[in-house]
T-cell receptor
Framework: GENVEQHPSTLSVQEGDSAVIKCTYS??????FPWYKQELGKRPQLIID?????GEKKDQRIAVTLNKTAKHFSLHITETQPEDSAVYFC?????????????FGKGTKLSVIP | NAGVTQTPKFQVLKTGQSMTLQCAQD?????MYWYRQDPGMGLRLIYY???????DKGEVPNGYNVSRLNKREFSLRLESAAPSQTSVYFC?????????????FGDGTRLSIL
């Protein structure tokens, strides 16, 4: 089955700096890669996702890049703010009928220091 | 629009007791999922239901059963609770289960087994 590795497990940045979280996956059939943000005691919420026919996707201060050859994808947050502090999870899933399993990384705890 | 609703929010059980966690979604989604979240382990899939009338095992199904009661509702049952099942349980749903659709999560059930 799919295996998703996520690094680093913790990350501290100064407010206004950029943060980068990296994930690798093992199954070359995976072609859907969502990122979730989970604030303390809350539900995971989708913040951005990318499909394998796209190399990069941006939404305001967040962006995701995908390298299918190397089987890794990254989350980039620019101009970080204290409200970006949370645990971030990457995930991977194969597409197509019958491909229901979303495999998550173990999470990165991001702390933005004011 | 409530999205995905889970009940109860908190529960304490004694070893050997049984319990059913309830989940309902009002987004007319076809696919529903149960995850458990343990510290440092990310989210792990217990069971999923691709569509009404079908259920399948995920990564960690042992000790659990599920029922897809109708299109809206998907319940998770612990027949004989064990301390190892202490966790936060999240229900999620997606439009379809083809692997490239965002999953929307409920607020979770925090379950402690003494």
């Amino acid at each position: 089955g799919e295996n998703v590795e996520q690094h680093p497990s913790t990350l501290s940045v100064q407010e206004g700096d950029s943060a980068v979280i990296k994930c690798t996956y093992s199954d070359s059939a995976s072609n859907y890669f969502p990122w979730y943000k989970q604030e303390l005691g809350k539900r995971p919420q989708l913040i951005i996702d990318i499909r394998s026919n796209v190399g990069e996707k941006k939404d305001q201060r967040i962006a995701v890049t995908l390298n299918k050859t190397a089987k890794h994808f990254s989350l980039h947050i620019t101009e970080t703010q204290p409200e970006d502090s949370a645990v971030y999870f990457c995930a991977a899933s194969p597409s197509g009928a019958g491909s229901y399993q979303l495999t998550f990384g173990k999470g990165t705890k991001l702390s933005v220091i004011p | 629009n409530a999205g995905v609703t889970q009940t109860p929010k908190f529960q304490v059980l004694k070893t050997g007791q049984s319990m059913t966690l309830q989940c309902a979604q009002d987004m007319n989604h076809n696919s529903m999922y149960w995850y458990r979240q343990d510290p440092g382990m990310g989210l792990r899939l217990i069971y999923y239901s691709a569509s009404e009338g079908t259920t399948d095992k995920g990564e960690v199904p042992n000790g659990y059963n599920v029922s897809r009661l109708n299109k809206r509702e998907f319940s998770l049952r612990l027949e004989s609770a064990a301390p190892s099942q202490t966790s936060v349980y999240f229900c999620a749903s997606s439009v379809t289960g083809t692997g490239n659709q965002p999953q929307h999560f409920g607020d979770g059930t925090r379950l402690s087994i003494l």
